[in-house]
């Protein structure tokens, strides 16, 4: 298998690439697909420490999915508990769009 930190890197492009298109007025079904997906995720993440600590951070921190910007400041706070964990630096949140969506200015 992928070792820890590339299938993190991917994972993460794909989970904020995930959120840069979810809809910005999300109807009831697509709330709860989102939410079933990311708990099935954090269920089959193949990093079984990552997983269970990204389980417990669920729990705790109950997915928001009212909207585009809700999910992907939700994610984008999920993935600084982990940087935070690691010793890496936090990622300012409102950059969010501009980093996984609209891409930087320069
Ligand atoms: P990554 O953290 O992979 O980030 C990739 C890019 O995302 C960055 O370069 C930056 O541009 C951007 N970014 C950074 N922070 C944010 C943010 N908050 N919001 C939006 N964009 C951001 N590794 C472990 O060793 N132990 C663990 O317990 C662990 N748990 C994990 C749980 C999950 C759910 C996932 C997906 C990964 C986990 N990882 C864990 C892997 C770890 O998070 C990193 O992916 C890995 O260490 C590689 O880090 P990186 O420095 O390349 O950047």
Redesign the pocket.
């Known amino acids: 298998p992928a070792d820890?930190?590339?299938?993190?890197?991917?994972?993460?492009?794909l989970?904020?690439s995930i959120a840069a298109t979810y809809p910005t007025t999300p109807t009831t079904t697509e709330q709860s697909d989102i939410k079933n997906f990311m708990r099935l995720?954090?269920k089959l993440?193949p990093?079984w420490?990552?997983?269970e600590?990204?389980q417990k951070y669920i729990e705790k921190e109950k997915i928001r999915t009212q909207s585009r910007d809700e999910f992907?400041n939700w994610?984008?706070?999920?993935?600084?508990e982990?940087?935070k964990?690691?010793g890496?630096?936090?990622?300012d949140?409102s950059?969010?769009q501009e980093?996984?969506r609209t891409g930087w200015k320069d």
Not at 4 to 13: F, I
Request: proline share 2%; with cysteine; aromatic share 18%.
């Open positions: 820890v930190e590339t299938l993190g890197r991917s994972t993460w492009t989970l904020h995720f954090a993440y990093c420490v990552c997983a600590d990204f992907g994610l984008c706070e999920a993935h600084n982990v940087n964990k690691l890496k630096p936090t990622f949140c950059k969010w980093r996984w």
